[in-house]
């Protein structure tokens, strides 16, 4: 939301100070991201500025008022004085033709600005992803650390027993020191990746103290649409329609400087002039510019550059996005299949595998190192499905921002946010 005074920056603070006492979510961290980045609400100025520029083209120029007085060096002569008035009449004929310019810029601008909301909401979704599968890898780390710490201490019962050699034992206290570090480790990412998604909510001081989920949100049951992802890419994309936009604006100046090019500074105006013997004139001036040397060629041959330019820039963007929708679209893919794999096979195998072990650690058939052994290979498959499911959620929000919207059902959503600026 674009917050132009005071009194609505204090609405929203309160807003945000409920949304930070809850348990944020995800849409929950975006929407505060939106309502509280500082840098976001440089970019809504932008808009400001474009609504400016086109109430300035909507303005005539101010007519040009001129005198002069001339003082005898003698009498009996009285003073020669003369005043004239002018507008600018080129600038009356062009006055419709420049605000459309300048309305069509302040929609290239809403685009612009649209596409950095979704920007940013991609960026806060893969920050809280990133440290939500932070958090929960925590707790599974601790719990591999407990389970090498029991294998140390039996290590250490056993050596003492003259069971196993130096070398057993150093390998466990090597393997126990390793999963030490894993937690110091990811406890500093953890910290680093909560000042990244403080930065993007544009939260401080008091404001840091939010909490989030510790484990992230399971596979969806509905798949996302992958049919006609293309097609809806491009014509949801907001940075392309922007380049649409700036395209269609270039070829209304480029039919205007053709209209006008040997039509220069055309000014009417009224002169009126006392002379020294007190009588009046008064009479109409007008002043126009005569296309000999310059007639727009230049100009034109800018216009005509840019247009090209915009043309090619437009084309590559068409082609780069139906590239990112299928490199995006294919990376989700991939990830939902590991994902669903681990879920489906390799996290309920270990999990049997412990269970066996169990039993024949029971019955006397297997040693506790191999439980150990067991609980570790799970807990690694817990980890490697937490990796999983991280870049899963993701490659999904890449691929909502590769759309230009978030998925619901069937369809793509374009942002509310972004529906609110361009109403503004």
């Not at 005539?60 to 003073?79: E, H, Q, V, W």
């Amino acid at each position: 939301e674009w917050q132009k005074d005071t009194g609505a920056r204090d609405q929203i603070q309160e807003a945000i100070r409920a949304l930070l006492r809850r348990t944020l979510s995800a849409d929950a961290a975006v929407q505060i991201a939106l309502l509280n980045n500082r840098e976001l609400q440089a970019t809504f100025e932008e808009i400001g500025i474009a609504q400016a520029d086109l109430i300035e083209a909507g303005l005539l120029k101010n007519p040009i008022f001129a005198g002069d007085a001339r003082f005898p060096n003698r009498s009996p002569s009285g003073t020669d004085i003369e005043m004239s008035i002018a507008q600018e009449f080129f600038d009356l004929l062009v006055a419709p033709l420049r605000k459309k310019v300048a309305a069509t810029q302040l929609m290239k601008t809403k685009l612009r600005v649209g596409d950095a909301i979704l920007k940013l909401a991609t960026e806060v979704k893969t920050a809280f992803y990133e440290l939500q599968a932070e958090q929960q890898l925590l707790g599974r780390l601790k719990a591999i650390n407990q389970t090498d710490a029991t294998a140390v201490e039996l290590a250490q019962r056993q050596h003492e027993a003259g069971n196993i050699n130096d070398l057993d034992l150093a390998n466990q206290q090597a393997t126990y020191s390793q999963s030490k570090l894993d937690i110091a480790e990811t406890a500093a990412s953890i910290r680093a990746d909560r000042e990244k998604l403080n930065r993007l909510m544009g939260t401080w001081g008091d404001d840091t103290a939010w909490k989030i989920d510790n484990e992230l949100p399971e596979l969806p049951g509905g798949d996302f649409p992958q049919r006609r992802l293309e097609s809806l890419a491009i014509n949801q994309r907001l940075d392309l329609a922007a380049t649409k936009v700036e395209l269609g604006a270039l070829v209304g100046s480029l039919g205007i400087t053709k209209t006008y090019r040997y039509v220069g500074s055309v000014e009417f105006g009224v002169d009126t002039e006392k002379e020294t013997d007190g009588q009046r004139m008064t009479g109409p001036t007008w002043q126009l510019e005569l296309p000999i040397f310059n007639r727009g060629q230049g100009r034109i041959a800018k216009l005509q550059a840019q247009l090209r330019q915009a043309e090619r820039r437009l084309e590559s963007e068409a082609v780069g996005i139906r590239a990112e929708v299928h490199e995006a679209r294919d990376r989700l893919i991939a990830k939902r299949d590991l994902t669903t794999y681990y879920r489906d096979e390799l996290l309920p195998g270990r999990k049997k595998i412990l269970e066996l072990t169990l039993t024949h650690y029971n019955a006397m058939l297997k040693s506790p190192y191999d439980l150990l052994l067991a609980k570790q290979n799970e807990l690694s498959a817990e980890r490697g499905y937490i990796d999983a499911l991280r870049d899963y959620w993701i490659a999904r929000a890449d691929l909502e921002r590769a759309v230009g919207g978030r998925f619901s059902g069937a369809s793509v959503e374009t942002s509310s946010s972004f529906k609110e600026t361009k109403n503004n």
